[in-house]
């Protein structure tokens, strides 16, 4: 179709607009509209076979659950996505993160290693994400900082993600081959002759920085986070900048509000200097340096932890005590204890054993109790449900005070314990997640859930040894659940335990294969599709 015959009109205009933000956050205002019509008109030049216009190309892309529509969305989205970025990009805001941010972050990560373990110091970890890092200028900047930052940064655990929607920037992003274009700050022609090797009219990025990032595809608006299973959680910096530019307010400020909620206490959001907004990052603290502004989550109160028996302590599994509340006359399992003490003084006692009399009144209160109970599971399992729902809807807080009034009244609720430990860890509470998790595996030691959350937290720490035992564990609770047999796989390999990461994986091909391909994991929210094809693409590699 050539361009004097491409026109966009009122109708075409509304439903791709409302199209491509629905799938990708872009927000194609008005005076955008050329930029939406230029980017379908060159879409349509190479458009799959059959689609005459823009009547059957979006007839084509509404579709669903076709493999060739979803790469021709993923195509269309690589025309219509901007991937400016160079390194260094924005002087003020690297030489605040060079001279105020990471240094903070690099001694609060020093001192709380050396407190980790009773028997010597722990490794530091930092947790970095680029969002939106198009052709990997940006993540690659922040890994030559670290280098310069920390000395013995080998003797460090650093995790850098790079993540974009554009699949054609990742490829490039991975490749980590420039040309002089990318070097426009100062500060990155000073690095490049340390960082880079030129080779004709390109330069190429050393390894040892190259290794320090890691990039994945990821869709700022249909993909999960915070979540454990991509590992987007826990972070101690996030960059996003120039990139809710393109997106309406309103998912700007849930993208604000779920970037808060990624980020541990006291971590740090970086935007670019056109998306400061006085509604879109409230929940966060203003921290004002030279010509830039970054945000920083404030410490909130301390959660809730599970007490210890009598309410005394709670002990954390690394060791370190929290004070429990002190129970108060209106908590359930003070009441309950009180009720009893009444009760054994006003019955009768027998001479022998000093035990009380079951009289009829007794009996009677004993099938009261009965329907009690039965009326007590039914408060849990509705409570159970509004939590879930809670967490769907976003309203993290109520859903966490809800599930802990639910085991306070019932302290035998696994589900509860488990569902409390995955919502911290997907928060990056780590600490409160296994305490959670300890919990439900003491109220049920044959339930594998909890297992998979601690072996999660441990994987996404670098703990690759405790991450196996407790794949393990849920191994022997459920030999034939396919999770753990593809995680074991990727330890394995990481481990060079060749021969044991292909027994595993083929292992969890296996039990795929049996399994109907659009049935849902509950531990993972993936269905069994998705994860055959991810263990054969990996089984693939390790045989080649």
Same mark, same amino acid.
């Given at each position: 179709?050539?361009?004097?015959?491409?026109?966009?009109?009122?109708?075409?205009?509304?439903?791709?607009?409302?199209?491509?933000?629905?799938?990708?956050?872009?927000?194609?205002?008005?005076?955008?509209?050329?930029?939406?019509?230029?980017?379908?008109?060159?879409?349509?030049?190479?458009?799959?076979?059959?689609?005459?216009?823009?009547?059957?190309?979006?007839?084509?892309?509404?579709?669903?659950?076709?493999?060739?529509?979803?790469?021709?969305?993923?195509?269309?989205?690589?025309?219509?996505?901007?991937?400016?970025?160079?390194?260094?990009?924005?002087?003020?805001?690297?030489?605040?993160?060079?001279?105020?941010?990471?240094?903070?972050?690099?001694?609060?990560?020093?001192?709380?290693?050396?407190?980790?373990?009773?028997?010597?110091?722990?490794?530091?970890?930092?947790?970095?994400w680029s969002a939106g890092c198009s052709t990997g200028e940006e993540p690659y900047s922040i890994a030559i900082l670290l280098r310069e930052l920390i000395p013995d940064i080998d003797k460090w655990r650093i995790f850098i993600l790079g993540t974009d929607i554009n699949t054609d920037s990742l490829a490039r992003?991975?490749?980590?081959?420039?040309?002089?274009?990318?070097?426009?700050?100062?500060?990155?022609?000073?690095?490049?002759?340390?960082?880079?090797?030129?080779?004709?009219?390109?330069?190429?990025?050393?390894?040892?920085?190259?290794?320090?990032?890691?990039?994945?595809?990821?869709?700022?608006?249909?993909?999960?986070?915070?979540?454990?299973?991509?590992?987007?959680?826990?972070?101690?910096?996030?960059?996003?900048?120039?990139?809710?530019?393109?997106?309406?307010?309103?998912?700007?400020?849930?993208?604000?509000?779920?970037?808060?909620?990624?980020?541990?206490?006291?971590?740090?959001?970086?935007?670019?200097?056109?998306?400061?907004?006085?509604?879109?990052?409230?929940?966060?603290?203003?921290?004002?340096?030279?010509?830039?502004?970054?945000?920083?989550?404030?410490?909130?109160?301390?959660?809730?932890?599970?007490?210890?028996?009598?309410?005394?302590?709670?002990?954390?599994?690394?060791?370190?005590?929290?004070?429990?509340?002190?129970?108060?006359?209106?908590?359930?399992?003070?009441?309950?204890?009180?009720?009893?003490?009444?009760?054994?003084?006003?019955?009768?006692?027998?001479?022998?054993?000093?035990?009380?009399?079951?009289?009829?009144?007794?009996?009677?209160?004993?099938?009261?109790?009965?329907?009690?109970?039965?009326?007590?599971?039914?408060?849990?399992?509705?409570?159970?449900?509004?939590?879930?729902?809670?967490?769907?809807?976003?309203?993290?807080?109520?859903?966490?005070?809800?599930?802990?009034?639910?085991?306070?009244?019932?302290?035998?609720?696994?589900?509860?314990?488990?569902?409390?430990?995955?919502?911290?860890?997907?928060?990056?509470?780590?600490?409160?997640?296994?305490?959670?998790?300890?919990?439900?595996?003491?109220?049920?030691?044959?339930?594998?859930?909890?297992?998979? *959350? +601690?072996?999660?937290?441990?994987?996404?720490?670098? &703990?690759?040894? #405790?991450?196996?035992? @407790?794949?393990? /564990?849920? !191994?022997?609770?459920?030999?034939?659940?396919?999770?753990?047999?593809?995680?074991?796989? *990727? +330890?394995?390999?990481?481990?060079?335990?060749?021969? &044991?990461?292909? #027994?595993?994986?083929? @292992?969890?091909? /296996?039990? !795929?294969?049996?399994?109907?391909?659009?049935?849902?994991?509950?531990?993972?929210?993936?269905?069994?599709?998705?994860?055959?094809?991810?263990?054969?693409?990996?089984? #693939?590699?390790?045989?080649?």
């Amino acid at each position: 179709m050539r361009a004097n015959q491409f026109q966009l009109g009122d109708t075409d205009y509304l439903r791709f607009q409302k199209f491509v933000s629905k799938h990708s956050g872009l927000h194609f205002s008005e005076n955008r509209r050329g930029e939406l019509e230029k980017g379908l008109m060159e879409a349509l030049e190479n458009a799959p076979a059959g689609i005459t216009g823009l009547e059957s190309y979006y007839a084509f892309l509404v579709q669903s659950g076709d493999k060739q529509v979803e790469r021709e969305l993923a195509r269309l989205i690589n025309i219509l996505t901007i991937g400016e970025t160079h390194f260094f990009r924005n002087t003020a805001q690297f030489e605040a993160l060079a001279n105020y941010v990471l240094p903070g972050l690099i001694a609060k990560k020093r001192e709380a290693a050396n407190q980790i373990t009773p028997n010597g110091p722990g490794v530091p970890q930092l947790r970095i994400w680029s969002a939106g890092c198009s052709t990997g200028e940006e993540p690659y900047s922040i890994a030559i900082l670290l280098r310069e930052l920390i000395p013995d940064i080998d003797k460090w655990r650093i995790f850098i993600l790079g993540t974009d929607i554009n699949t054609d920037s990742l490829a490039r992003a991975r490749q980590a081959v420039y040309r002089e274009w990318s070097f426009r700050e100062e500060k990155a022609r000073e690095r490049r002759p340390i960082y880079f090797e030129k080779r004709g009219m390109y330069f190429h990025l050393n390894d040892d920085i190259r290794r320090q990032v890691t990039f994945a595809q990821h869709n700022l608006i249909e993909d999960d986070f915070p979540s454990t299973k991509n590992g987007i959680m826990a972070m101690d910096l996030i960059m996003c900048r120039n990139v809710t530019i393109y997106f309406s307010p309103e998912i700007t400020e849930q993208l604000t509000n779920k970037f808060h909620a990624t980020l541990v206490d006291d971590g740090w959001l970086v935007v670019g200097h056109a998306e400061p907004s006085l509604t879109a990052y409230r929940n966060f603290q203003t921290r004002s340096y030279p010509k830039t502004i970054f945000y920083q989550k404030s410490t909130p109160p301390a959660p809730t932890l599970p007490k210890g028996m009598n309410g005394a302590t709670a002990k954390n599994v690394d060791g370190r005590f929290a004070t429990a509340a002190t129970a108060k006359l209106d908590d359930p399992n003070t009441a309950r204890k009180t009720r009893h003490a009444t009760i054994r003084l006003g019955v009768a006692q027998t001479g022998i054993l000093n035990q009380p009399i079951p009289t009829t009144e007794k009996l009677r209160n004993t099938a009261v109790s009965r329907e009690s109970l039965a009326e007590k599971e039914k408060l849990a399992a509705k409570r159970y449900e509004e939590a879930q729902l809670l967490l769907v809807q976003g309203r993290t807080e109520k859903a966490i005070q809800l599930l802990e009034t639910l085991v306070n009244d019932h302290d035998k609720y696994t589900a509860a314990y488990c569902l409390l430990a995955r919502t911290h860890a997907d928060h990056g509470q780590c600490l409160q997640a296994r305490s959670w998790s300890m919990r439900a595996i003491k109220t049920d030691s044959l339930n594998p859930q909890p297992y998979y *959350i +601690l072996a999660l937290l441990d994987e996404n720490e670098g &703990l690759l040894s #405790r991450a196996i035992e @407790n794949f393990k /564990k849920m !191994l022997y609770i459920e030999a034939n659940n396919p999770l753990p047999h593809f995680h074991l796989g *990727i +330890l394995y390999q990481k481990a060079a335990q060749t021969d &044991l990461a292909q #027994r595993s994986l083929s @292992n969890a091909i /296996k039990i !795929l294969e049996g399994m109907p391909g659009d049935q849902f994991l509950p531990e993972n929210g993936e269905n069994v599709g998705w994860l055959l094809h991810q263990a054969k693409e990996l089984l #693939r590699e390790k045989e080649q």
